[in-house]
């Protein structure tokens, strides 16, 4: 099934439908929401938050028609590799490059500024790098003059194939729509790259590393001297190391010397390689000749880390029995206490009465050491992370922190199915800090580069649910209206439009909302308008009245014809106008007139307001010669005219029903000028 390209099987219009239920929340540890949604709605816009400022482990970014911020940032710190100014050449004189390179060499950021180096301003857009019914170019999505980037770099052979059959199509309308398109590819381009579109692709080399480096270290603001970059402990990274983690050495140096300031540029590198490293040995030296109960308290603290310390026995405990782990029968008092214990293990409590691991990311180090040795435990660690976040009593920020390390192991592991139950679990529980959790594992998961595609296909099919639990769907919502649509706008629209369907009238107005609130950007607001067409043109002819409400609030007169500098006037769009009239015609025809009488009712105030004709000739355009449509809007036109009291705008609207009259009667042919008699005797 193809989550892009609508089923229209399933048109039916779920809003009118009764079900408008309501949260019960019955957490003892959360407040009591009586309200539809709103402490839920909160919490999932804290936890979008938390997780694009989260500092541990992955950091989702939005993938956004790329943020001139971002490309500043990149500029600060670009080097240019090897064959950049032939790759540049290619792309203006030739509008496309497919960009190779060896892995590292940092091809996607090449990509991005040899798009963001073209002469004038466009915005960069990112294409999504997964197909859906094996379209991966749409040509329909190009906009004139837009600069498009498709990174690959995780592509299988799939997706190199589909890129092949329709990389020629879609350069067609590339070069129509003076565009232009960066591919990045997933290794040197021989190889990979037919002989029909070899002479677009090119590959470059691995810029050299220390001033990558230098650069870094500049806007990381982490003091250094010439030399300090030729240090030995530093050889292996500028030899081979890739530029994300050249880039992410110098993230941890900065964080590095904010924890030890006063040490030397060479501690700070030894704590930042230490954490940049793989730390499996070291944990198993640490692990080596603990008992299995030691075991099980490394392993939860390390979930735990920055943690209340009180909650650290029970998750024990808890994880114990879920492991089947035989139970202690010496009493607790002949045990040795917790902070013994929990200094045994290296780890401490702070006077916050929190649990930390004191090692630089050592806690990072024994989350994933656990989970790659023991492996075939992997099941009940999930379950008992999902259980411990559900019962145990954390606050709304310690389970943000459990399930992003959760999420983060099965993607590093490549389980992303394992958390997707988990998430969904969370969000049908109507509580707010749970909310906070499933939305933190959803972001993750859809910000991830391999996996964000498997997320993305568990929201469309969530979606067209007309009966998904309401807890669940409005999370939907803002991770389309949040997380999508920046980044993918295209497949927002998609997810959105079908929980505009929804049975439960609340959810269905949040739909409606988000996609009111993205129309505003003209882009999304002809995505939107062509999709209620190609909904009109492919089904029965009719807008649901939900799409007719929503088309009422994105469609307003004033809207089309704002003609704003750097902006051409909407309803001047040959496309989006056609669309219109389109729509207008399927509403003209339903029975359902009050519906959108709202829209009409602006369209002709803005037409006495505006004094300009066009949104008449869009509703007769609409209307064609079809008497029965002409009469219908004849009709609703007299009854917004009679709609006033004021004398004075009552005679401009009569004007106004009078020139309607007359437009229909032009139509039909029945209109007879009236001459004066004395005008004919001139005549003669």
């Not at 003091?223 to 402990?233: G, H, I, T, V």
């Not at 399930?403 to 192991?409: D, F, I, K, S, T």
């Not at 469309?460 to 980044?487: F, G, K, M, Q, T």
């Not at 609130?517 to 939107?528: D, G, I, K, M, V």
């Amino acid at each position: 099934m193809n989550d892009e390209v609508e089923d229209y099987a399933t048109r039916d219009g779920g809003v009118d439908v009764a079900g408008n239920a309501r949260d019960v929340i019955s957490d003892p540890q959360a407040p009591v929401n009586t309200g539809p949604g709103t402490q839920v709605n909160v919490a999932i816009e804290r936890a979008i938050i938390r997780a694009w400022e989260s500092t541990e482990g992955y950091r989702p970014r939005p993938r956004q028609a790329v943020a001139e911020d971002e490309i500043e940032w990149l500029a600060r710190r670009f080097v240019e590799p090897g064959n950049f100014s032939q790759a540049g050449v290619l792309l203006r004189d030739r509008r496309t490059v497919l960009l190779g390179g060896p892995p590292g060499s940092g091809r996607r950021s090449a990509a991005l500024m040899l798009l963001a180096r073209l002469p004038g301003h466009a915005t960069v857009r990112c294409l999504p790098p997964d197909a859906d019914e094996n379209v991966l170019l749409d040509p329909d999505e190009i906009e004139q003059g837009e600069r498009l980037l498709l990174d690959l770099t995780n592509g299988d052979d799939d997706a190199l194939e589909l890129l092949h059959g329709q990389l020629g199509g879609f350069r067609a309308t590339l070069l129509q729509k003076e565009a232009h398109l960066a591919v990045v590819l997933p290794g040197p381009h021989d190889g990979i790259v037919t002989a029909e579109f070899r002479p677009l692709a090119t590959d470059i080399s691995r810029p050299p590393a220390v001033e990558v480096l230098r650069r870094h270290l500049q806007e990381e603001r982490v003091p250094f001297a010439l030399q300090d970059l030729n240090d030995e402990m530093l050889r292996p990274q500028l030899s081979t190391g890739s530029m994300g983690q050249l880039a992410h050495l110098a993230r941890l140096m900065r964080r590095a010397r904010e924890d030890n300031g006063r040490k030397p540029f060479r501690a700070w590198l030894r704590t930042a390689l230490a954490g940049l490293t793989d730390r499996g040995a070291e944990v198993a030296a640490r692990v080596r000749g603990k008992s299995g109960q030691d075991r099980a308290l490394m392993f939860v603290t390390a979930f735990l880390h920055g943690g209340p310390v009180d909650v650290v026995p029970d998750a024990e405990n808890r994880l114990l029995r879920a492991l089947d782990f035989p139970d202690d029968e010496t009493h607790v008092l002949d045990r040795p206490d917790l902070v013994e214990r929990l200094s045994g293990i290296g780890a401490q409590v702070d006077p916050g009465r929190r649990v930390r691991f004191p090692g630089f990311a050592w806690d990072s180090a024994v989350r994933s050491h656990f989970w790659l040795v023991y492996s075939t435990m992997r099941p009940q660690f999930l379950t008992w992370a999902a259980d411990l976040v559900e019962t145990a009593n954390l606050d709304e920020e310690d389970t943000d922190r459990i399930a992003h390390r959760l999420v983060e192991q099965c993607l590093r592991w490549r389980q992303p199915n394992d958390v997707v139950p988990v998430a969904k679990r969370w969000a049908e529980k109507g509580v707010p800090r749970l909310a906070s959790a499933a939305t933190v594992l959803l972001v993750q998961g859809l910000s991830h580069e391999a996996f964000g595609g498997t997320f993305r296909r568990h929201l469309y099919y969530w979606s067209r649910e007309a009966s998904l639990n309401p807890n669940l769907a409005r999370i939907v919502i803002a991770l389309c209206r949040d997380v999508l649509a920046p980044s993918l706008p295209d497949r927002a629209l998609v997810r959105l439009h079908h929980l505009t369907r929804h049975r439960d009238r609340e959810v269905s107005a949040e739909a409606v909302d988000a996609l009111t609130s993205l129309a505003e950007n003209r882009r999304f607001f002809r995505r939107l308008v062509d999709r209620l067409a190609r909904w009109v043109a492919t089904g029965d002819k009719f807008l649901s009245s939900v799409d007719v409400m929503l088309l009422t609030r994105v469609a307003r007169a004033e809207r089309l014809l704002d003609d704003s500098p750097r902006a051409r006037r909407l309803i001047d769009d040959r496309d989006v106008r056609a669309q219109l009239e389109l729509l207008w015609n399927a509403m003209l025809r339903s029975p359902e007139q009050k519906a959108w009488s709202p829209l009409l009712d602006d369209w002709l105030r803005t037409t006495l307001d505006e004094a300009t004709g066009v949104p008449l000739d869009v509703l007769f355009n609409a209307a064609g010669r079809d008497t029965r449509l002409l009469g219908v809007l004849f009709q609703a036109t007299s009854r917004w005219a009679s709609a006033t009291d004021d004398p004075g705008d009552q005679a401009r609207r009569d004007r106004l029903r009078q020139q309607v009259l007359d437009k229909i009667n032009d139509v039909m042919g029945l209109r007879v000028d009236v001459v004066d008699p004395s005008e004919k005797e001139s005549a003669r």
